[in-house]
């Protein structure tokens, strides 16, 4: 299998230099195949090819380091009143990919599926669903957007609840819940619907009866997923398919009850990763074959409350390798109880966490996804919200928190992937019967046991605005980079109400560079290069118009990047996908030398006077730091 990608990608290299030296690239670039995306260029069609897992880091098909940034796409899938499919038409799924890339800066999703409507009658898929989905996945394919399917499941199923409970899951069929003799729901005190996955009996008795195939259970989702899988990759066309990037199987998976004399290790290691092991099969049975299952662990792995914690985090399985992804979930669960943290988060308050992510992705082998983080935008905590978002995406950034990142940019670490929850244009629109009750018709929020953490919403004219700041949500990141990204940073100025949060100042010592960024946002990369000849890329943010973008680097100096040519070191030109989403491209085709770029759109008419002392003050401050 690795073989075959290098060699595919040896070509891709050959062709590359067989254009460069018969002069035909250009910003055009040879003929595109039909499956060309709006606004590609030469190099964008080989890029786009599937993504592999390669040296601990994504890899797209030109062999470059990938980030994925983005959003699950959405909750709505775990309501009835889209019959669990995330849009209720394919226009909606266009209309929110191109809100997604435009306003969010997303380049992928995590797109929610539904065991219970793909298999609505044990041993029969409904293909009128998995055409509905897969439809609806190929809008955010066509939009130049990735695409990681996730079987989504929480307390289970639906149909364990009454329809005047408080709560209510979705997961399973009802075929599935109806042939276990489960209890009557109940939660006892239970102000947070998380609380039923360990307190609800009927949660933990028909969770358990999954995970130890009881009536053969998970024998009939793995044959679901396997069919699911199959259909997907029958109706897609080729060129989409390369965009998926590969599936989740399971969401938040939980043992429910643990068997005598077992831990929530050893569950993992004997009940957990023998069921990844065989998704993984059915993986390859369904022509998935060089797509990573992105695996999660016991989803209190890493939660940050003592009591809740529980040790896992796939420690026994050892090097799971490029096939699997490793792949967590974060929520703040001190921030969202409200008791156990009462002040803002702060400046580099989840570098350790999300540190510990990266840590556990290099012990086995492979990279690391944040596949769900977030906090509730309404309610009682919500106050905490503007903090806790940015410092979760600066530890996405970086393990080192803003106030020591100049001082320490070498202990950066890989810059990594995440998809926020979540992207939900019917915000605030539903009409969810919860539980099937005529009386309990769920409209505002998210629908769904008063959550409330949509980043969108469509307004009065059908419109998608976003609900949180716009600083915040799209950002600058390092989507594609040639060769290895060495460190990373991103002061985004998000704010606080009326307060502008800086976390990351550039220091006095650099008293150029901090003149020329002044209160503007601002990155720095820092990368070596490996000899291609495609530029790294980074995801430009609506607030960095081309005429306001001033990029100082090794590789030259611009207070408007032009556009892309051959000889053009920084350019920027428009990301692949027709949504208008812009991108910056850095051309270094040299071998293992350091590269730096700082990019903001702080400056006003700078001076070729000041360009030079800020590139003089970096140049040394690079060789300062990474001698």
Same mark, same amino acid.
């Given at each position: ?5 290098d ?15 018969t002069?035909f ?9 039909a ?28 062999? @470059?380091? %990938? &980030?994925?940034?983005g ?5 709505e899938?775990?309501l ?26 997303g380049?992928?999703? $995590? ?13 029969? &898929? ?15 394919l066509?939009a ?13 199923? $639906?149909?364990l609840?009454d ?8 997961g ?6 109806d042939?276990?003799?489960? *209890?009557?729901?109940?939660c ?12 609800? /009996?009927a ?8 995970w +130890? ?10 044959d679901?997923?396997q069919?699911t ?6 109706n ?5 398919f390369q ?6 199987p ?5 043992p ?19 069921f990844?092991?065989?998704? @993984?099969?059915?993986m390859?049975? /369904? ?10 662990p ?5 939660a ?34 409200? &008791? ?11 570098v350790n ?6 840590d ?7 990279t690391?996804?944040?596949s769900?983080?977030?906090? *509730? ?42 998809s ?9 629109? +539903?009409?969810?019967l ?18 409330d953490?949509?980043? &969108?919403?469509?307004d009065?004219?059908?419109?998608a ?9 799209? $950002? ?10 060495? /460190? ?19 220091p006095?010592?650099?008293?150029? %560079? ?13 990368w070596?290069s490996d000899?291609?000849?495609? *530029? ?34 920084i350019a920027?030109?428009?990301? *692949?996908?027709?949504t ?18 700082l990019v ?9 006077t000041q ?14 730091e990474?001698?």
């Amino acid at each position: 299998m690795s073989n075959v990608a290098d060699m595919s990608r040896l070509r891709t290299r050959l062709l590359g230099v067989l254009v460069l030296v018969t002069g035909f690239l250009t910003t055009a670039g040879p003929t595109q195949p039909a499956s060309a995306l709006t606004d590609e260029l030469w190099f964008d069609s080989q890029a786009a090819a599937t993504l592999t897992v390669e040296g601990g880091r994504f890899k797209d098909g030109l062999g @470059r380091e %990938v &980030v994925l940034r983005g959003y699950n796409v959405s909750g709505e899938t775990k309501l009835k009143e889209n019959n669990g499919l995330p849009f209720a038409s394919v226009a909606d799924a266009k209309k929110s990919a191109t809100a997604l890339r435009a306003l969010g800066g997303g380049n992928s999703v $995590r797109f929610l599926l539904s065991w219970a409507y793909a298999e609505p009658v044990r041993g029969q &898929v409904s293909t009128s669903y998995l055409a509905a989905a897969t439809a609806q996945m190929g809008a955010f394919l066509d939009a130049g957007i990735r695409v990681y399917p996730d079987f989504h499941q929480d307390l289970y199923s $639906r149909w364990l609840f009454d329809s005047d409970s408080w709560y209510t899951g979705d997961g399973a069929p009802k075929w599935a819940v109806d042939l276990g003799d489960y *209890p009557d729901e109940y939660c006892g005190i239970c102000p947070f619907w998380g609380q039923n996955i360990t307190s609800n /009996a009927a949660v933990t008795e028909s969770t358990y009866d999954f995970w +130890h195939n009881a009536y053969g259970l998970q024998d009939s989702f793995l044959d679901t997923a396997q069919k699911t899988m199959t259909y997907v990759k029958s109706n897609l066309t080729s060129a989409q398919f390369q965009g998926v990037v590969g599936f989740d199987p399971w969401n938040e998976p939980h043992p429910g009850i643990l068997d005598s004399g077992q831990t929530s290790r050893t569950w993992e290691k004997d009940v957990l990763w023998p069921f990844y092991v065989k998704f @993984r099969s059915r993986m390859d049975a /369904a022509g998935w074959q060089s797509k990573p299952a992105f695996v999660e662990p016991n989803l209190f792995w890493n939660a940050n409350i003592d009591f809740q914690k529980q040790e896992g985090g796939l420690l026994d399985a050892g090097t799971i390798g490029p096939r699997y992804v490793f792949n967590t979930h974060f929520y703040d669960q001190k921030a969202i109880s409200g &008791v156990f943290m009462w002040g803002k988060a702060e400046n580099g308050q989840y570098v350790n966490d999300f540190g510990t992510v990266r840590d556990r992705a290099t012990a086995g082998g492979t990279t690391a996804i944040i596949s769900e983080f977030g906090h *509730p935008l309404s309610g009682s905590v919500s106050d905490k919200a503007p903090t806790v978002y940015k410092a979760m995406y600066q530890a996405l950034d970086s393990r080192v928190k803003g106030v020591n990142w100049w001082s320490d940019p070498a202990s950066s670490g890989p810059v990594l992937s995440g998809s926020q929850w979540q992207w939900d244009i019917y915000w605030g629109r +539903h009409h969810e019967l919860m539980n099937d009750n005529p009386d309990e018709v769920k409209v505002e929020g998210d629908a769904w046991n008063d959550e409330d953490l949509s980043a &969108v919403r469509l307004d009065d004219s059908g419109t998608a605005v976003l609900r949180q700041d716009a600083r915040m949500l799209d $950002r600058i990141y390092p989507s594609a980079t040639a060769g290895s990204t060495v /460190a990373f940073t991103y002061e985004d100025r998000s704010r606080d109400g009326s307060t502008t949060l800086t976390w990351n100042p550039v220091p006095s010592s650099l008293p150029n %560079v901090s003149s020329l960024v002044g209160s503007g946002q601002y990155s720095l990369l820092v990368w070596r290069s490996d000899g291609s000849t495609e *530029p790294t890329e980074l995801h430009l943010p609506a607030s960095f118009p081309t005429a306001s973008t001033t990029v100082v680097s090794d590789l030259g100096v611009t207070a408007a990047p032009p556009a892309y040519t051959t000889s053009t070191p920084i350019a920027a030109v428009k990301e *692949p996908g027709g949504t208008g989403s812009r991108r910056l491209l850095l051309t270094a085709a040299d071998t293992g030398k350091l590269h730096y770029a700082l990019v903001t759109n702080g400056a006003t008419a700078p001076s070729a006077t000041q360009l030079s002392a800020a590139r003089t003050e970096l140049s040394n401050w690079l060789t300062s730091e990474f001698s």
